[in-house]
């Protein structure tokens, strides 16, 4: 550490001043990866202390921003609980924003700390139902169609995936945002629970911005 590094500090709280039930940050800059130049997901990921509090490791001065996902505590709510547990999974860049270029970075000078309350915005989940177009490349019973948020750093920064039926249809539930769409054949089980991809099939981009049931994916 030297004079010159700088902090990112604060405290992530949601609406009601309450800490996640569990949470992790991102600072994200400009820079290069694998010979191209964009911005980057910076030092990798980091815990946030259980009060909702944390500090960066020493940065060098520069212009930032801030990814936080994670899990909001349980509050009293009326949908089923699996809705209720999913709604409470937020993903942002602050102050609210699904991409870097839409988000608002802090200028960090040397040897400053930057100390900020950041608030979490209410998740906006949405359900989805869609179907893959074309025949199935294998067994339904070992695809799952991948989809990956595109945050605009170029990096992958991870995802989810559902299940496929036999006339390739699929269902469930996906944040605001853009995603990168990717088939794959998965690998049996491992006893942990852990599977993994065999290989993929195809991909597409899609925006999810409300609720979608008639998706339809055609694979490039």
């Known amino acids: 550490m030297n004079t010159s590094d700088a ?16 949470a ?10 694998q010979g191209r130049h964009g911005f980057i997901c910076f030092q990798g990921d980091h ?7 944390f500090v960066s490791p020493p940065l060098p001065p520069g212009k930032y921003f801030v990814r936080f996902f ?3 505590q349980n509050v009293p709510a009326s949908p089923p ?3 209720a547990r999913q709604n409470r999974l937020f993903d942002f860049i602050y102050p609210n924003a699904e991409t870097v270029s839409q988000a608002s970075p ?9 100390h900020s309350v950041f608030q979490v915005p209410s998740p906006a989940w949405f359900d989805i139902a869609g179907r893959i177009t074309g025949n199935l490349p294998v067994s339904h ?19 989810g995936g559902f299940s496929i039926s036999a006339d390739g249809s699929f269902e469930g539930m996906l944040l605001k945002g853009s995603y990168f769409v990717s088939l794959h054949e998965m690998a049996p089980p ?3 629970g852990y599977t993994r991809s065999i290989r993929q099939f195809g991909s597409t981009t899609v925006k999810i911005e409300h609720d979608t049931r008639d998706l339809e994916i055609l694979l490039n």
């Open 190 to 192: 491992e006893p942990n």
């Open 7 to 22: 902090f990112v500090s604060g405290k992530l709280v949601d609406e009601n001043g309450l800490p996640p039930l569990t």
């Open 81 to 83: 609980e699996s809705r």
């Open 141 to 159: 019973e070992s695809l799952r169609v991948m989809f990956q948020r595109d945050i605009g750093v170029l990096q992958g920064i991870g995802g």
């Open 47 to 53: 815990a946030i202390d259980p009060d909702g509090t």
């Open 24 to 33: 992790h940050y991102t600072v994200v800059t400009e820079g290069t990866f």
């Open 106 to 114: 802090l200028q960090i000078q040397p040897g400053e700390t930057v």
């Open 70 to 72: 994670g899990i909001l």
